[in-house]
C-alpha cells in the first residue's frame, strides 16, 4: 500500500528563498544582502515589538484563538468580528480555506504560476488544479470567468500579484465579478494591499464585501513581520464561522497577536515604509529597464525580471549570488525565464542594480 496518496508523492514541498548566513559562508563574502522574499528592510515595526514585549509574562497561558486582534480589525473597518479571521500567516488561513471548503471532486481555479504558496497548498489537498494564463502578466480574469465550470469551487487571485507584481482594476473584478456564480469562493490575496492602495484604479476589497469573497491580508511585508507568522481575513460571517471550526484552537500564538495588534498602530513605521518602498521600485524598474530588462508595472514590494531564456536569468541570479546579493529565480513558481527582486533600502538597491553593471539586453 502506498504511503502517501500521488498527489503528495509528486509535490515539491514549499523552498523558501536562500538564508543570508548560508550565502555568506559558501561563497566566502562578509556582507550578505536579501533581496528575495518580499521583506521590509527597515526591520520588525517598533510598536509590535514593544506590544510584544509586554505580552511575554503571559506567555505561561494559552491563547484566546486570536479574538483580541479580531476585535481590533473588526473596531478599525467597522465590520463585525463574526466577520474576521486571524492566522499563522495568511498562508495558514489560506491553508484553513482548503481544508474547510474543498470537495474531491471540486476545482480549483487561478493564473499560471501562481503565488507558490497557495501551488503547494492547493495542490496538497488533491483536488483538479486549472490555470490560465497571463495576458501580458496580469491576470486574465476574462479568461479565468470563462473557464468556470460547475465543478469550480475556488478561485484564487492574489491583488497585488506575487511574482509579477501587477494588479488587477476595479473594472477588470466588476465585470469579473458578474460572471461568477455565487456558489464559487473567491479568495482576493492582498498581501501588498498597503503598496498599492493608493493607487486609484486598485480595487480595495473591502469595497467588495460580497457574501462569496474571501479577503486576506498579512502582517508579513509592510509590517516586517514574516518571522511572527500572523495574517488576517475578512468574510461572510458563515465561512468565517466554517474556518473557525478548522483552524487550530489557539493559532494565532499570543506573541503572533500582540505584534499585530501593535503593528496596526504604528502608523509612523507604515508611512516610512511606504516612502521608501515608492522610491525603491520606481528605481528598481527605471535602472532595470534601461538595460533592456522587461520589467511589469509592480505595485507591490517587489518587481519581477523577465529575460529571453531560462539560461540567462539563472545566469544573472547566480551572478547576483557571488556578489553577495539574493534575488528569486522564479522557476519554482513555473517562470524559469525570470526572477524577482525585492526592494532594500536606498543604498541595497543601489549594490543591486550597481552589480548589474555592463549587463543588458536587446
Ligand atoms: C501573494 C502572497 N500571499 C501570501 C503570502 C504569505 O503571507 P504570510 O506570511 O502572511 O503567510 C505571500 C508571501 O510571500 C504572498 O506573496
Redesign the pocket.
Known sequence: MPLVPPYIESLRPYEAGRGIEEVRREFGLTRVIKLA??ENPLGPSPMALERMRRSVNTLNLYPNGGLDLRSELARQYDVRVENVIAG???????SNIIRAFLCDEDEVLTTESA?I??QVLAKSRGVAYRTVPYKDWHYDLEALARQVNERTKIIYL?N????TGTIFTRMEFDRFYAHVPERVLIIL?E??FDYAKDNPRYPDSMHYRYDNVIT??????VYGL?GV???YGFAHEELIANLLKVKLPFEPSTLAQAAGIGALADKEFLHRSLELNTRGIRFLTESLRAKGFEVPPSD?NFVMAVFPDEQEARRITDQLLRKGIIVRHLTAFGLPQAIRISTGTDEENQLLVDALAGESTG
Request: overall charge positive; charged content about 15%.
Open positions: 522574499s518580499n499563522s500567516g495568511s498562508e495558514g488561513i489560506m503565488f504558496g497557495f492574489a497585488p500579484n506575487n511574482p490575496d498581501a501588498y486576506l491580508r498579512t502582517f508579513s511585508k514574516a507568522r500572523i495574517g507591490a
